[in-house]
């Protein structure tokens, strides 16, 4: 026999006596007999039956990619184990409301004393608007608006309003349409990403009603010797954002009633760039001369804008702002949960305030139907600059 035929007939013998343990200790156990004596049972295969998976109810609002409640770690870390869904690892948040939450979690935290209210995300809207505001008038002095000049400032402050108000409006819209609307509602019923989304725009709002009443009417006005020259209009206004910041504060205060206050904030806001883009063109044609400052196509555009906000204006001073007040006032004056989670002498307070804002509007509604009366022919038409800054 060769070295070769002695391998092969070695590897056949082993393969033969694999083979025949294989098989005796297949058949040893289904005898159900072992060395030591004990029975066993064949193991029995459990036999799984196909099901079919009920489809999940899907938000229609998931198709569009602002809205879409996709997995999201905000924090950039990988997913908490957990699976909780209030997890900062594990977050599912609109796209438009992203940025805010990176935002705010990114940003230090300086709470008012002896509370855990943060103030420090108010303080740097504010900076930031400022900035804008300052930034605009420089611009516009070298698009040819004159330098120095109350109107180029007024201008400058509708940009800053703009930039704050459209931002705001599209994140308060991806906010509300991800979590259930409850005016009287606890924030700690929501995600971690929602409060802290919700915690960011309400402190934006609050930082702008800050660089408004310090720059617009204030600083703006402001006269050597005397100190700022303000109107009964500008009193009234003043006293709106006061009034404004004292219902945000207090929301956050009592960790209840958020979402009231985000609900007027975003009712409040979304007029106003349209308002300030008519305001914009009224300033150009009315107080700037010549062609400077855009007044060919800023004309062309304010009767088209002095009837968009007339519209947008009426319908939400008419028909969605008092139905907003009147679910506000049930929910949180006559429920038990209302009453129990926002205190009554608060909620009566805040109440004050929205009717009150409400009410106050008559004389400008009655302007806005006018305008809507007349069409697109206001040559003759006025509405005050600063109308829906409410």
């Known amino acids: 026999d060769t070295p070769v035929s002695k391998a092969h007939t070695a590897a056949g013998a082993m393969k033969s006596a694999i083979s025949f343990s294989l098989v005796y200790g297949v058949a040893v156990s289904f005898q159900g007999a072992n060395?030591?004596?004990?029975?066993?049972?064949?193991?029995?295969?459990?036999?799984?039956?196909?099901?079919?998976?009920?489809?999940?109810?899907?938000?229609?609002?998931?198709?569009?990619?602002?809205?879409?409640?996709?997995?999201?770690?905000?924090?950039?870390?990988?997913?908490?184990?957990?699976?909780?869904?209030?997890?900062?690892?594990?977050?599912?948040?609109?796209?438009?409301?992203?940025?805010?939450?990176?935002?705010?979690?990114?940003?230090?935290?300086?709470?008012?004393?002896?509370?855990?209210?943060?103030?420090?995300?108010?303080?740097?809207?504010?900076?930031?608007?400022?900035?804008?505001?300052?930034?605009?008038?420089?611009?516009?002095?070298?698009?040819?608006?004159?330098?120095?000049?109350?109107?180029?400032?007024?201008?400058?402050?509708?940009?800053?309003?703009?930039?704050?108000?459209?931002?705001?409006?599209?994140?308060?819209?991806?906010?509300?349409?991800?979590?259930?609307?409850?005016?009287?509602?606890?924030?700690?019923?929501?995600?971690?990403?929602?409060?802290?989304?919700?915690?960011?725009?309400?402190?934006?709002?609050?930082?702008?009603?800050?660089?408004?009443a310090a720059v617009q009417f204030v600083a703006d006005r402001w006269k050597k010797g005397v100190g700022p020259v303000l109107s009964a209009a500008d009193y009234m206004f003043l006293g709106h954002h006061a009034a404004t910041s004292l219902y945000m504060v207090s929301a956050r205060l009592c960790q209840a009633g958020h979402m009231s206050a985000m609900i007027l904030m975003f009712t409040g806001e979304l007029t106003a760039p349209i308002m300030n883009v008519l305001r914009i063109s009224r300033t150009a044609m009315k107080e700037m001369t010549g062609d400077c400052c855009g007044r060919s196509w800023l004309g062309l555009i304010g009767p088209y804008a002095e009837y968009l906000f007339a519209l947008l204006y009426a319908g939400f001073r008419i028909v969605i702002g008092p139905i907003c007040a009147a679910h506000l006032t049930y929910d949180i004056l006559l429920t038990k949960k209302g009453r129990k989670n926002v205190p009554v002498a608060l909620s009566t307070v805040w109440l004050l305030m929205v009717w009150g804002v409400l009410f106050g509007s008559i004389p400008w509604i009655k302007t806005a139907l006018t305008i809507l009366q007349a069409g697109l022919n206001t040559g003759d038409s006025t509405v005050s600059a600063s109308m829906g800054a409410e």
């Open 35 to 212: 060395a030591n004596g004990r029975v066993f049972k064949p193991v029995s295969v459990p036999i799984i039956k196909s099901q079919a998976i009920p489809r999940q109810k899907r938000n229609p609002l998931d198709v569009l990619p602002f809205f879409n409640n996709e997995k999201l770690d905000v924090a950039g870390t990988e997913a908490s184990s957990s699976g909780s869904s209030s997890s900062t690892h594990d977050d599912a948040s609109p796209l438009l409301l992203r940025p805010w939450i990176r935002l705010y979690r990114g940003a230090p935290k300086v709470c008012i004393p002896h509370t855990n209210i943060d103030i420090a995300f108010t303080i740097a809207s504010a900076m930031v608007l400022t900035c804008i505001d300052y930034g605009s008038a420089q611009l516009l002095q070298l698009a040819g608006w004159p330098g120095k000049s109350k109107h180029t400032r007024a201008v400058a402050g509708s940009i800053a309003t703009i930039f704050h108000s459209t931002v705001l409006v599209l994140g308060l819209g991806a906010a509300l349409l991800t979590q259930k609307y409850d005016p009287s509602g606890m924030m700690d019923e929501h995600p971690d990403w929602w409060q802290d989304g919700a915690h960011a725009l309400i402190e934006f709002c609050t930082g702008y009603m800050i660089y408004d």
